[in-house]
Nanobody, 123 residues
């Protein structure tokens, strides 16, 4: 069992940066693949980024490549999403996700979800 708590969202101007954190707890947290999804009003939840349990690779949706960076610190049971050069279209509730398995992918299974943190970007 894993519990996930996101933090770090906020209201920022286009071009600014934010860093989201996802603090996890539970047995074998470090063995889970982790990821971030987001959901904008009126839209379906969208895959953003993911990282496997050993942190040796990262995956991103095309729209955030070069701007967002996912990382994890297993010693702290924490996953991060560094978001740079934010755009209004990045506005959404961002959710942390955990999955037993190699990696989280778009449309794939997720075992645990966080409550979400709001990111709002204005121009």
């Amino acid at each position: 069992q894993v519990q996930l708590v996101e933090s770090g969202g906020g209201l920022v101007q286009a071009g600014d940066s934010l860093r989201l954190s996802c603090a996890g707890s539970g047995r074998a947290f470090s063995t889970y693949a982790m990821g971030w999804f987001r959901q904008a009003p009126g839209k379906e939840r969208e895959f953003v980024a993911s990282i496997p349990w050993n942190g040796d690779s990262t995956y991103y949706v095309d729209s955030v490549k070069g701007r967002f960076t996912i990382s994890r610190d297993n010693a702290k049971n924490t996953v991060y999403l560094q978001m740079n050069s934010l755009k209004p279209e990045d506005t959404a509730v961002y959710y942390c996700a955990a999955r037993r398995g190699l990696i989280i992918v778009a449309g794939g299974w997720v075992d645990y979800w966080g409550q979400g943190t709001q990111v709002t970007v204005f121009s």
